[in-house]
T-cell receptor
Framework: DVKVTQSSRYLVKRTGEKVFLECVQDMDHENMFWYRQDPGLGLRLIYFSYDVKMKEKGDIPEGYSVSREKKERFSLILESASTNQTSMYLC???????????????FGSGTRLTVV | QKEVEQNSGPLSVPEGAIASLNCTYS??????FFWYRQYSGKSPELIMS????GDKEDGRFTAQLNKASQYVSLLIRDSQPSDSATYLC???????????FGSGTQLTVLP
């Protein structure tokens, strides 16, 4: 089974801190994604990456950046955490084309971030 | 207009009944469709994918796709309290390499 591992299940950070959320997948997936999920707003795409060193903005990239130095690892960075970034953060990965068609995304277990 | 629409619910059904969850999408070029289940505080997990018109069955779950009408549905037969969760519909369009998610339907199965 594909495993997508997020480094922390719960995090509490202070306003203004730089926050790193790590995501590692172990099945050689090309595509990796970062979402945040808030009640009533559903899943919102922050950033995604189709290859090492590649990154593309999603729907809500403001206040975030990402890094993909290795194929298996995709990091989300909150440059200066704010209270409105309190949320559940979900990492996902997938294969290309026919495999994506068949298997969709695999999600990590999520990181619930609270910014105080 | 949202690209993938779901009724937010909550939808309540009695134990043993059929739960019917619906999803409509706007992109006629959409190719593949997915249903995810998400328990409270957990991450989404894939239940089924479907890409051909018609029905696809997997145990108590049946996905139905009608591309002409641009809707996809999920039927859960013999609903159990353990089916209580939020169900997310996701769509892969022809040109995109990613999924677009609906906001989910919350299902409660009453014992």
């Amino acid at each position: 089974d594909v495993k997508v591992t997020q480094s922390s299940r719960y995090l509490v950070k202070r306003t203004g801190e730089k926050v790193f959320l790590e995501c590692v997948q172990d099945m050689d997936h090309e595509n990796m994604f970062w979402y945040r999920q808030d009640p009533g707003l559903g899943l919102r795409l922050i950033y995604f990456s189709y290859d090492v060193k590649m990154k593309e903005k999603g729907d809500i990239p403001e206040g975030y950046s990402v890094s993909r130095e290795k194929k298996e690892r995709f990091s989300l960075i909150l440059e200066s955490a704010s209270t409105n970034q309190t949320s559940m953060y979900l990492c996902a990965s997938s294969l290309w084309a026919e495999k994506l068609t068949r298997y969709g995304y695999t999600f990590g277990s999520g990181t619930r971030l609270t910014v105080v | 207009q949202k690209e993938v629409e779901q009724n937010s619910g909550p939808l309540s059904v009695p134990e043993g009944a059929i739960a019917s969850l619906n999803c409509t999408y706007s992109d006629r070029g959409s190719q593949s469709f997915f249903w995810y289940r998400q328990y409270s505080g957990k991450s989404p997990e894939l239940i089924m994918s479907i890409y051909s018109n018609g029905d696809k069955e997997d145990g108590r779950f049946t996905a139905q796709l009608n591309k002409a009408s641009q809707y996809v549905s999920l039927l859960i037969r013999d609903s159990q309290p353990s089916d209580s969760a939020t169900y997310l519909c996701a769509v892969m369009s022809g040109s995109a390499r990613q999924l677009t998610f609906g906001s989910g339907t919350q299902l409660t199965v009453l014992p």
